[in-house]
Nanobody
């Protein structure tokens, strides 16, 4: 069974830093794309950052200069280093893995809460 598990969320003050982790089991990162999404209360889920197994990354404009996505192919894991956190970063953060080639599929983690507050 394929499973994605996020960890590392918590409460942090504005300007602080936090690192999220996502580990996939039952599937290899190789050949897939992984990414981070977030959803704040009352809002739609939005893309934060993506990473291919080949090392290509992309970021939402709102986080590009503050967040860094990275991965460890051998461990089937990705990470999100978040710096200079703002209150508007408060959301549930989700990990996603998907395949672009046929047969296509996608998997989601259960999410981890990040709260930025003074």
């Amino acid at each position: 069974q394929v499973q994605l598990v996020e960890s590392g969320g918590g409460l942090v003050q504005p300007g602080g830093s936090l690192t999220l982790s996502c580990t996939a089991s039952g599937i290899s990162f190789s050949g897939n794309v992984m990414g981070w999404y977030r959803q704040a209360p009352g809002k739609q889920r939005e893309l934060v950052a993506t990473l291919t197994s080949g090392g290509t990354s992309n970021y939402a404009d709102s986080v590009e200069d503050r967040f860094t996505i990275s991965g460890n192919n051998a461990k089937n894991s990705i990470y999100l280093q978040m710096n200079n956190l703002k209150s508007e970063d408060t959301a549930v953060y989700y990990c996603r893995m998907w395949r672009r080639l046929t047969p296509r599929y996608e998997y989601w983690g259960q999410g981890t809460q990040v709260t930025v507050s003074s």
